[in-house]
């Protein structure tokens, strides 16, 4: 077998995505009738800045929160760890009953799907990478 044969196939690496940046999106939120229009929108919005330091920080359902973050390829999972810059370390059980993992899966168009188990819609949000000043 030839020197680049061998090469080549030892370079091969799986798929990657990367989730480090800003991202914006809205999941589908039911309003009830009447309800102010602007809390609806704020309350739909995602706002997710992944960095690089395996940490989040995100604006979600109304509430700021923060925590870490797990990469594997395509796949990213967001775990709660503050809410409005409180830790939330003291009742491990119950934090992940209100503040279930996040899965984030990464597509070639550079946008990625954001999954909450937590949340009524069970459609994922569509989340698009948000421009970045220069």
């Not at 480090?20 to 309003?31: K, P, R, T």
């Not at 929108?41 to 690089?52: A, H, M, Q, Y």
């Not at 059980?93 to 503040?99: G, H, I, N």
């Amino acid at each position: 077998m030839p020197v680049f044969a061998i090469l080549s196939f030892g370079c091969k690496s799986s798929p990657h995505f990367k989730f480090e940046g800003g991202w914006l999106g809205h999941q589908h939120i039911e309003a009830a009738p009447g309800a102010n229009p602007d809390v609806i929108t704020s309350l739909s919005e995602v706002k997710l800045t992944i960095k690089p330091n395996a940490r989040f920080d995100m604006f979600y359902n109304g509430v700021p929160v923060s925590g870490n973050v797990s990469i594997d390829g395509l796949k990213a999972t967001l775990s709660v760890t503050n809410t409005m810059d409180r830790s939330l370390d003291r009742d491990p059980a119950k934090l992940k009953e209100v503040f279930p993992d996040i899965t984030l899966v990464g597509h070639e168009d550079d946008t990625m799907t954001f999954k909450d188990s937590a949340n009524p819609d069970p459609n994922p949000v569509e989340l698009k990478r948000a421009a970045t000043p220069r």
